[in-house]
């Protein structure tokens, strides 16, 4: 059974950087598509960003809202993949779910629907 795993999150200034971490367990990541999503309070989970299994093409895709300043990566020897988020700024505030699938999702944006293992969330707080 595929579980995730995201390390704890944390708080960040305006400006600032975070790097959040997803670990997979239970097979081998190279072989899944991976993404994280968002959900601020009282809004719905909103994707940020994709990057295809190791096997196919490691690509990436992302929000245009983050564009530039977060990035997507892939550990396959780790099992994990990673969201290094720069230029933080107060609206990235938000729960940050990591997801995987063995199947392709929707590009160059996804819903999320689209993904059926999930990790529990970790908070991200950025202040002004």
């Known amino acids: 059974q595929l579980q995730l795993l995201e390390s704890v999150g944390g708080s960040g200034q305006a400006g600032g950087s975070l790097r959040l971490a997803c670990a997979a367990s239970g097979w081998n990541a190279d072989r899944l598509y991976m993404c994280w999503f968002c959900q601020a309070p009282g809004e719905g989970r909103e994707w940020v960003a994709t990057?295809?299994?190791?096997?196919?093409?490691?690509?990436?895709y992302y929000v245009d809202s983050v564009k530039g300043r977060f990035t997507i990566s892939r550990d396959n020897a780790k099992n994990a993949v990673y969201l290094q988020m720069n230029s933080l700024k107060p609206e990235d505030t938000a729960m940050y779910y990591c997801?995987?699938?063995?199947?392709?999702?929707?590009?160059?944006?996804?819903?999320?629907?689209?993904?059926?293992?999930w990790g529990q969330g970790t908070q991200v707080t950025v202040s002004s």
């Open positions: 997801a995987a699938d063995f199947n392709r999702p929707g590009i160059p944006t996804s819903l999320a629907r689209e993904w059926y293992y």
């Open positions: 990057i295809f299994a190791t096997i196919i093409s490691s690509r990436q």
